[in-house]
């Protein structure tokens, strides 16, 4: 009897589709990673470690936030990111996804509706598997559909409150969600807006403060933001008003049985935090290749999104994964993004701007992928 059986066969049948995954080594110019800002070896984040080190700042937390875990540099992070994003009170995680599945897995209550943009991040997806809240999804950046599902819900006997959780910028297609629209809708219906700015911070809004800042601060508006992307270091934090926060340290079982973050890098990210305010002209110089790799893809048949990722979808498994290879082959560190990641049809090269890459690299790229594509 082969008890792993099962398993050889799902990953033979993932071969069989091009859908197998597997890990390989960053090499090659950065045109893949979230990295937006190059913060990841900024300096000032090697010299904020170094003067933690020396001020005895633990590498290891060595528990849980409740059980001796947390740090004054927690704290002092949660404080720093509530003032520079503009909410109440901030509650820092281990990751986007931890924080993701938290935050909806313990906030919606039995009796309310989840409300979800289909592309929503799978991080969320998982935690309203574990809510007690009813939840559906709505088609994607269309409040038609949002308000739609809302008004059903009531015609039905919905009493509990409506939950509305999209992404500011979607990760693999490079679009905003129409925010004004859903966050009108959020008003008349007494509901909470819970914005996802993982690929929004750092790069949008004032100071990269996120493309929802100027809806950050309201008493319906719950914001997450993360630390491993464009401020180049690891965590994220929920952001909105103190209820939420304390709601979550004493309900949220995603917070209270895990090992608190590493104080380390909560000291590297309050540093990043300063960084964003101090060199605006990172954010300043992204948004300068990011117009000039709208120009420089185009002919490649890649459509300009309004932001740092800017998809080439092929729709083919197959044909995305050659492509990638012979993009690779080249010398520039592109992956070929497939389902369930992305829709059945719509696999693709996810390209993602960063100021580890130059203008140069990006029209070097272009050539690149004429030939590959040819």
């Not at 936030?65 to 720093?80: I, P, Q, Y």
């Not at 559909?145 to 409150?161: K, S």
């Not at 890459?357 to 030939?371: C, Q």
């Amino acid at each position: 009897m082969n008890r792993l059986a099962s398993f050889h066969a799902d990953l033979a049948s993932l071969s069989d589709q091009g859908r197998r995954r597997a890990l390989i080594d960053r090499r090659g110019i950065d045109v893949a990673s979230n990295d937006y800002l190059a913060l990841a070896n900024a300096p000032r984040l090697a010299e904020a470690i170094r003067d933690a080190l020396a001020r005895g700042v633990p590498i290891g937390s060595g528990g849980s936030r409740l059980l001796r875990g947390n740090h004054t540099e927690h704290e002092a992070l949660e404080a720093d990111a509530a003032v520079f994003f503009g909410a109440e009170a901030a509650l820092s995680f281990s990751s986007g996804f931890a924080a993701n599945a938290a935050l909806l897995s313990t906030l919606p209550q039995r009796g309310d509706l989840i409300v979800h943009d289909e592309l929503v991040h799978a991080s969320a997806h998982e935690g309203m598997r574990l809510s007690r809240a009813e939840y559906l999804s709505a088609a994607h950046n269309d409040p038609a559909a949002f308000e739609g599902a809302i008004l059903r819900w009531r015609r039905g006997g919905g009493t509990g409150r409506p939950w509305i959780a999209v992404e500011t910028l979607y990760s693999m297609d490079g679009d905003a969600a129409p925010l004004a629209a859903l966050a009108d809708i959020a008003d008349r219906h007494d509901a909470m807006l819970l914005l996802d700015e993982a690929h929004a911070t750092g790069v949008f809004g004032p100071g990269g403060r996120g493309l929802g800042h100027a809806f950050e601060g309201r008493d319906n508006v719950i914001s997450l933001h993360t630390f491993g992307k464009a401020m180049g270091c690891e965590g994220a934090a929920i952001c909105g008003p103190a209820v939420v926060r304390d709601f979550l340290v004493n309900r949220g079982r995603g917070f209270i049985f895990s090992t608190a973050p590493s104080p380390l890098m909560a000291a590297a990210a309050r540093e990043s935090l300063r960084i964003l305010a101090d060199e605006p002209e990172r954010q300043a110089a992204l948004w300068t290749l990011i117009g000039e790799a709208e120009r420089l893809l185009a002919p490649c048949g890649v459509a300009p999104t309004g932001s740092q990722i800017l998809p080439l979808i092929l729709g083919d498994d197959h044909t995305t994964m050659r492509v990638a290879a012979a993009v690779q082959a080249a010398g520039f560190d592109v992956r070929g993004i497939r389902p369930p990641t992305v829709p059945a049809g719509t696999s693709r090269l996810r390209i993602s701007l960063t100021l580890n890459a130059t203008a140069a690299n990006v029209a070097a790229l272009a050539e690149v992928l004429k030939g590959a594509l040819a």
